[in-house]
């Protein structure tokens, strides 16, 4: 069982930047794919980023690449979300999920075993 708590949202304004963070419960967190997955109003959810269990090898969705960076520590059982030149479109809750299947078959939210209960995100323009 992992208990994950995101933090880190808020409001900013289009160009900036925010960093979100992902705390999870457990001694095992080394053994799970981390992902993070968004919901807009209206919307259904869907993928953004995932990472290996050690954090060697990452994914992202085309609409993040090059904006947004996951990573892990794995001594603080804690996974990130840093997201730099956000757009209005980024508008969303942000979740955070673990996964304790492959990575490689890691696909869409059906894939993942746990989730956080989210962290608002709005870019205002």
Do not use: H
């Not at 708590?5 to 794919?33: D, H, I, K, M, P």
């Not at 794995?74 to 809750?93: F, I, W």
């Not at 696909?107 to 989730?115: A, I, L």
């Amino acid at each position: 069982q992992v208990q994950l708590v995101e933090s880190g949202g808020g409001l900013v304004q289009t160009g900036g930047s925010l960093r979100l963070s992902c705390a999870a419960s457990g001694r095992t967190f080394n053994s799970y794919v981390m992902g993070w997955f968004r919901q807009a109003p209206g919307k259904e959810r869907e993928f953004v980023a995932r990472i290996s269990y050690s954090g060697a090898r990452t994914y992202y969705a085309d609409s993040v690449k090059g904006r947004f960076t996951i990573s892990r520590d794995n001594a603080r059982n804690t996974v990130y979300l840093q997201m730099n030149g956000l757009k209005p479109e980024d508008t969303a809750v942000y979740y955070c999920a673990a996964r304790s299947g492959s990575y490689s078959s890691a696909g869409g939210e059906y894939d993942y075993d746990y989730w956080g209960q989210g962290t608002q995100v709005t870019v205002s323009s």
